[in-house]
């Protein structure tokens, strides 16, 4: 079986969670699958170096799960984007939209460097707020937000077409 076809039956569905209308894509039985994670963590190592990714940016919370594993394969930093008022240090703040919702993000100011090339991993895409919220961040500091990486893309959501203007290169590994 591919990684794509075990990651597509470890997904549990949830009805009507956190509100009606919405099936919410549970992945906590694959953090309880140490061989599943692992297959998932070299799928998007790989896709890191093909893009020659300095820095890992993750999103709160659920894209922090992968996205420390990820730089901690490649031997790279982790940088957190978190919902606003959590971060300690001075941040960079973006309003955005998503499916169910609407927030703001921020990252600490000092944490990536001009120039530096950073993969935005998450663990789903929806309408795409969030991980271009990300993007503009990661361009705000002056990095290049090179690829976007998640485990679920809900394609009906069009999240794709949003990222497209900061990078075209955005991967999933199953799509709904
Ligand atoms: O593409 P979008 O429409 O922006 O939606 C995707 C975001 O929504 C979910 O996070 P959620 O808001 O549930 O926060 P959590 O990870 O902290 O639970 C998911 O983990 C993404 O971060
Ligand atoms: N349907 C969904 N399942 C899990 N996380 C989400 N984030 C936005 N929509 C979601």
Known sequence: MTVSEK??????????????????????PVLSNPSL????????????????????????????????????????????VRKEGKLPYKTVKHAYSLEYGSASMEIHEDALKPGQRVMIHDDLLATGGTAEAAAILVEKLGAVACNFTFLIELGFLEGRLKLKSHNESIHSIVSF
Do not use: H, Y
């Open 7 to 28: 990651l597509n039956q470890s997904i549990r569905d949830i009805p009507d969670f956190p509100k009606p209308g919405i099936i919410f894509k549970d992945i906590t």
């Open 37 to 80: 994670v692992k297959e998932i963590v070299d799928w998007f190592a790989e896709k890191a170096k093909e893009q020659d990714i300095d820095v890992i940016v993750g999103v709160e919370s659920r894209g922090f799960l992968f996205g420390m594993l990820i730089a901690e394969r490649l031997g790279i930093p982790f940088v957190p």
